[in-house]
T-cell receptor, first 114, second 113 residues
Framework: DVKVTQSSRYLVKRTGEKVFLECVQD?????MFWYRQDPGLGLRLIYF???????EKGDIPEGYSVSREKKERFSLILESASTNQTSMYLC?????????????FGPGTRLTVL | AQTVTQSQPEMSVQEAETVTLSCTYD???????LFWYKQPPSRQMILVIR??????QNATENRFSVNFQKAAKSFSLKISDSQLGDAAMYFC??????????FGTGTSLTVIP
């Protein structure tokens, strides 16, 4: 079974802090994604990566950056956390660009910025 | 960008009954894939069912089936014999060849004992 893990289930940070959210998958998937999930807005794509050191902006990249130094690990960085970044963050991975490949999700990180 | 619309923010169903969740999408592509994902209260999202657009036959997975209407760009999920464990948020998603998935805003399903 594919396993996608995220470093924290719950995280509380203060405004202006630099925040790192880590995601690791164990099935050699090429593509990895970061979403934020807010009530009534569904899942919105922040960034995705289709290969090591490659990244593409999603729909809401402002205020975020990402890093993918190794194939299995995809990090989301909030350079200076703000209260409007309080949200649930979901990481996902998929095998490749073929449209039939499903996404596998991590358990999510509930981030609160005070 | 493709858009996916789920017009029912909340639905409820009696245990053992059948419920249908709606999803429509907008695309100019002819070859794509559609998915329904389930997110139980524990928050781990899992795949429920997948449909290839080139297949006319509707996908079925046990109690879950879809009604795929390509011309109407409609992709509804039917849950038969609903169980308490079906209570969750359900997301419809679209993907064509490439990397990005597009998700709807979700439907929260309550199962009434």
């Amino acid at each position: 079974d594919v396993k996608v893990t995220q470093s924290s289930r719950y995280l509380v940070k203060r405004t202006g802090e630099k925040v790192f959210l880590e995601c690791v998958q164990d099935m050699d998937h090429e593509n990895m994604f970061w979403y934020r999930q807010d009530p009534g807005l569904g899942l919105r794509l922040i960034y995705f990566s289709y290969d090591v050191k490659m990244k593409e902006k999603g729909d809401i990249p402002e205020g975020y950056s990402v890093s993918r130094e190794k194939k299995e690990r995809f990090s989301l960085i909030l350079e200076s956390a703000s209260t409007n970044q309080t949200s649930m963050y979901l990481c996902a991975s998929t095998l490749g660009p073929s449209g039939s490949n499903e996404q596998f999700f991590g358990p999510g990180t509930r981030l609160t910025v005070l | 960008a493709q858009t996916v619309t789920q017009s029912q923010p909340e639905m409820s169903v009696q245990e053992a009954e059948t419920v249908t969740l709606s999803c429509t999408y907008d695309t100019s592509e002819s070859d794509y894939y559609l998915f329904w994902y389930k997110q139980p209260p524990s928050r781990q999202m899992i795949l429920v069912i997948r449909q290839e657009a080139y297949k006319q036959q509707n996908a079925t997975e046990n109690r879950f089936s879809v009604n795929f209407q390509k011309a109407a760009k409609s992709f509804s999920l039917k849950i038969s014999d609903s169980q308490l464990g079906d209570a969750a948020m359900y997301f419809c998603a679209y993907r064509s060849y490439g990397n990005q998935f597009y998700f709807g805003t979700g439907t929260s399903l309550t199962v009434i004992p």
